[in-house]
DNA sequence: CTGTTATATGGAATAATGTAACAAAAGTTG
DNA sequence: CAACTTTTGTTACATTATTCCATATAACAG
């Protein structure tokens, strides 16, 4: 049984942050993309959190590990990433998120569905808390319906959507249990 | 009877402008805001087609003109102008377009529903032509149910919500008919 | 109308975000 | 290994947006 999709402020972050990894490195070499040191490097500090990040700060946390980079190496492997679907992009906030769909079913299944997931077309919500920008992710498939339904109407082509949802979530309702506010 | 809601490249855009600006100038002065002359004339220049023009854009435009303008003016006035609702923000490609709601209903019936328009909350669609640029912006009702829904069962309060589709649009899949790239 | 306050704009500098162009290094393949 | 493709490094620069402080204009009370 699965709790909400969205994550809350004392879930154990370790476990996604190792699930996510796990999973990229399977899924990389499973369909011959190449997750190098430092496209995973950029993928950790992505993982490293459910809030958003932004590339420059991907960029200062990696030179304060001591690595020497230039901004465009980042937007490089954070557009390596997103294609992979490995990440997702905010436009709202220039920031970055971990894809936080279907790793807990697919670690341990064989590869049910693995090279499917992720998709441009998938039809994702993104809900973003404006208080501690933690952001949690759903696929709503009702809401190719309604895409479809709009285009039709209209004569147009659908190439790819996004919808943001910007408010405040549960955690960050009841402040007792809030625990860190959002820095970006 | 009605057309299609997205514009056609061969529409008479003379229209769109004067209409829009018309019901600016109105909607302004029944609701106490502060259409001053530059952010008029940022107005004109967003109203101006119906693809999304970037800050920078309208600055280079405005100088054209005479005026003597710094970014800050610029933005200080799309923040009016979109906080008023008679503009709204692309964020994936950080650039503005005019509000295309509502406007042949209400210049001639008298102010019905006038100051509720353009809200927030209103469940906005964009299609977002990517081979023109031109923009279709659409209030779909049913939108609230699926953003609604989501949210209650993650138990997350909505503030506000913007759905970006980007694809082609009808003129542009028939290129017999194209008259102009996008130029962003 | 005058002083007071709130609101809007001007002006300079700079921050934050993102990309172009080309060289070097590393991986892939025959 | 040699030729080729892909990735990364390096430098410079382009684009987008904001901070800070001064000035100007509008709104309003007395």
């Known amino acids: 049984?699965?709790?909400?999709?969205?994550?809350?402020?004392?879930?154990?972050?370790?476990?996604?942050?190792?699930?996510?990894?796990?999973?990229?490195d399977r899924y990389c070499q499973q369909t011959g993309l190449r997750l190098t040191k430092l496209r995973r490097m950029v993928l950790e500090q992505v993982a490293a959190?459910?809030?958003a990040i932004g590339a420059y700060q991907i960029l200062d946390n990696l030179q304060?590990?001591?690595h020497k980079l230039a901004p465009i190496s980042v937007y490089r492997s954070l557009d390596f990433l997103q294609e992979?679907?490995?990440?997702?992009?905010?436009?709202?906030?220039?920031s970055y998120f971990a894809c936080?769909?279907?790793f807990d079913e697919d670690l341990d299944g064989k590869n049910k569905s693995l090279?499917?997931?992720?998709s441009k077309v998938d039809p994702l919500v993104f809900l973003i808390c404006e208080d501690c920008g933690t952001i949690?992710?759903?696929e709503e498939s009702s809401l190719v319906n309604l895409?479809?339904?709009?285009?039709?109407?209209?004569?147009?082509?659908?190439?790819?959507?996004?919808?943001?949802?910007?408010?405040?979530?549960?955690?960050c309702q009841n402040p007792s249990i809030k625990k860190s506010k959002a820095s970006s």
Chains 1, 2 share one sequence.
Not at 115 to 118: A, E, G, I, Y
């Open 115 to 118: 090279l499917s997931r992720c």
């Open 147 to 171: 895409i479809n339904s709009v285009a039709s109407a209209n004569h147009f082509d659908v190439e790819r959507s996004q919808l943001e949802i910007k408010g405040t979530c549960t955690s």
């Open 100 to 102: 936080q769909r279907n």
């Open 136 to 138: 949690g992710e759903v």
């Open 49 to 51: 959190s459910h809030k």
């Open 84 to 94: 992979a679907g490995l990440i997702h992009r905010l436009e709202s906030t220039n």
């Open 1 to 24: 049984m699965k709790q909400s999709l969205f994550p809350q402020h004392d879930h154990d972050h370790s476990d996604c942050t190792a699930n996510l990894m796990k999973f990229a």
């Open 64 to 66: 304060a590990e001591g």
